[in-house]
């Protein structure tokens, strides 16, 4: 199970987690980050593309983040 899944099959708990000081503040940040790679690692697997590269990158510039950070954001919550 990765960090992702853990998180997201946390549900409203999270929100409470974060609210008590539990979990950083910029979890949430994250979450929604990699909520926008695997959404456009979807889109990109629609159109016949299938590159991790190109689906954070443009996730990267749509957020106004360096890649590098985004492929951070990607590593933690794949780990």
Do not use: C
């Amino acid at each position: 199970m990765t960090r992702y899944e853990t998180i997201a099959g946390l549900g409203d708990d999270f929100m409470k987690f974060i609210a008590r000081g539990l979990f950083p503040v910029h979890l949430l940040d994250w979450k929604v980050l990699y909520e926008g790679y695997l959404t456009e690692r979807r889109l990109q697997h629609l159109q016949g593309k299938n590159h991790k590269t190109n689906a954070a990158k443009a996730v990267a510039d749509r957020y106004n983040i360096s890649e590098r950070s985004m492929f951070k954001v990607i590593g933690f919550m794949e780990g």
